[in-house]
């Protein structure tokens, strides 16, 4: 494969750069991760107008029309920055309903979600069939649901939920219908919001059914996303590491002379920039290439997922006792790249799947 950049997506990378960083300072995103609801409607706002709600939603549809590898382009920065925000749960419900959605269920859902006027959420791991979805034993009794759902992301702000079930079945539910209650959860990652969803007789529409290879490609996508914040979480504490390697002297020595230091720094350059390739590979295999996708995807899930993770201890490490303060920002990194790592497959369960679809 030989992936370069097209100059619309740089500019979308340049843009998503600029605007996060502008408006996502470190002192804002640890007051918002202490907020109960963890966004502002003004910030909502104005992600909403660059679009970035309907990335992937067709244009007929009245999104961007845009592919994976745009998207990944900026969940990169929402990693690099830490942004709280519903986006990607939006986008992950917009990308259900696109894959396997009724024609009423896309005019009725995609047109708003695609503005940032509606919101949604999927609602995946079950209580005891964990996060996959082939593995849930949720079924439609009479047009409702008695479940729960835990670990659901932006639960309480979203307008839609898109549920799985049993037998590969998804449903569509409001969350504003009878029968659904709401109630927060402690997460790993408090920039990200999770929640428990009970249905108790919650009136659902079935997704189509027979989609199911356009609902493994929306999760492929899903999947990389979050390897891709993981990326950005990566690049941000790389970088805050050797920045404070160069700062801090030890013996009258910056401590990144010394060799442990040195090797530590570029055993995390390693690591990021094999997660970046991997991330943007399978983007670009989901966009052009889906005989390998879904195969990339977990790829890069699986290796990101860790990378995420590794390079923030290991720039927590660099920073001495410093870093574990709760006063330094490197824990909330940490926690997005673990928390990342987590969801939608962890790696282990992303490993399994590049043996299952590789025949082997």
């Known amino acids: 494969m030989n992936f370069e950049f097209t100059d619309d997506q740089k500019a979308i990378g340049r843009t998503a750069k600029d605007f996060l960083e502008a408006r996502y300072k470190l002192e804002l995103v640890r007051e918002l991760a202490a907020d109960q609801r963890g966004f502002t409607d003004a910030q909502w706002d104005a992600i909403a107008e ?31 920055t830490l942004a709280p925000t519903p986006l990607l749960s939006s986008i992950a419900a917009g990308l259900l309903i696109s894959a396997a959605g009724t024609a009423e269920q896309k005019q009725r859902w995609l047109p708003e979600l695609a ?41 309480d702000t979203a307008d839609v939920l898109i549920v799985s079930g049993a037998d590969g079945a998804h449903f569509l539910v409001e969350r504003a219908a009878e029968g659904v209650s709401v109630s927060a959860e402690q997460p790993l990652d408090p920039t990200r919001k999770l929640y428990e969803v009970a249905f108790k007789g919650a009136p659902a529409e079935p997704l189509m059914s027979g989609q199911g290879g356009a609902i493994a490609h929306a999760y492929a996508a899903i999947a990389v996303a979050l390897a891709a914040e993981n990326v950005g979480v990566a690049q941000r504490t790389m970088e805050m590491a050797v920045e404070y390697a160069r700062e801090r002297t030890q013996f009258d020595r910056p401590i990144g002379s010394f060799q442990a230091i040195a090797h530590r720094c570029a055993q995390m ?12 590979g399978a983007a670009w295999a989901l966009d052009h290439d889906p005989k390998t996708g879904l195969r990339a995807a977990s790829m890069a899930k699986s290796y990101a997922g860790d990378a995420g993770y590794r390079v923030a201890a290991s720039s927590l490490q660099v920073h001495g006792g410093i870093g ?17 790592a987590y969801a939608y497959g962890d790696s282990r369960w992303h490993r399994d799947r590049v043996i299952t679809l590789a025949g082997v």
């Open 269 to 280: 350059l390693l690591e990021t920039e094999g997660a970046r390739s991997l991330t943007y």
């Open 324 to 340: 574990f303060t709760w006063e330094h920002d490197l824990h909330f990194f940490l926690k997005r790249g673990k928390a990342n």
């Open 115 to 155: 503005t940032g006027e509606q919101r949604g959420a999927v609602a995946v791991w079950d209580q005891h069939g964990g996060w996959d979805p082939a593995h849930s034993e949720l079924e439609l009794a009479a047009g409702a649901l008695h479940a729960t759902k835990i670990a659901v992301a932006d639960a």
């Open 50 to 80: 660059l679009g970035w709600p309907g990335v992937l939603i067709a244009e007929d549809d009245g999104g961007l029309g845009l592919g994976v590898v745009e998207l990944v382009v900026i969940a990169e920065q929402l990693g690099y």
